[in-house]
Each structure stands twice: as C-alpha cells, then as structure tokens.
C-alpha cells in the first residue's frame, strides 16, 4: 500500500520539479507560458512551444535539441542530467494541452 501512495507523490515530484527546471532555465526566453513572449524570444524569433512546429518533433529530438543546444539556444547537457531534461521535454509537451 505505502508503494502505491509513493508512486503518484514521485511523479508529482518530477513533475513539480521539471516545472522549476522549465523556470529556471527556459522562462527567460520562451516565457512562462512558452509562448515566446518574452523580449529575448521576440527578438530571437522563437516558435512558441505549443506550436506544431515545435511539437511535432520527437521526444529523442527535443532532447537532443534541450541537451544539444541549436543556433543561439545554449546547450544543457552539463547543467541538468538526462533524467532532468526527460521530465523537461514532457513539460514541453504539457504546454500544448
């Protein structure tokens, strides 16, 4: 019984804290809502989040894309662990929801 209450409070935990990571380290460009919105993602010309565009990609993409970095987008490979940029990508794909 106590594997089965530890289990939801754990997905909520990783959920709680990709939304953190997201804040932390994706909100100063493509805002809180991932619209973009913000003045560095109006002046680097960033799709929103929730845009086909961007959700389109597989989730090996945008990890590689999150880990990788792309054009101006710097890379995160040494400041968050897979596992982090993982919960990460399934934050994007919440944005669209």
């Known amino acids: 019984m106590l594997i089965l209450l530890a289990l939801p409070f754990s997905t909520l935990t990783f959920a709680d ?32 989040l929730a845009s086909d565009e961007v959700q389109n990609e597989s989730d090996e993409q945008l990890f590689t894309l999150v880990s990788k970095g792309k054009n101006r987008m710097p890379a995160f490979d040494k400041k968050l662990s897979p596992e982090q940029i993982r919960q990460l990508v399934k934050h994007l794909r919440s944005l669209k929801k």
């Open 17 to 48: 804290g990709a939304a953190d990571t997201y804040k932390a380290k994706c909100s100063a460009c493509h805002g809180v809502s991932g619209a973009g919105d913000t003045m560095l993602g109006r002046n680097l010309r960033l799709h929103p």
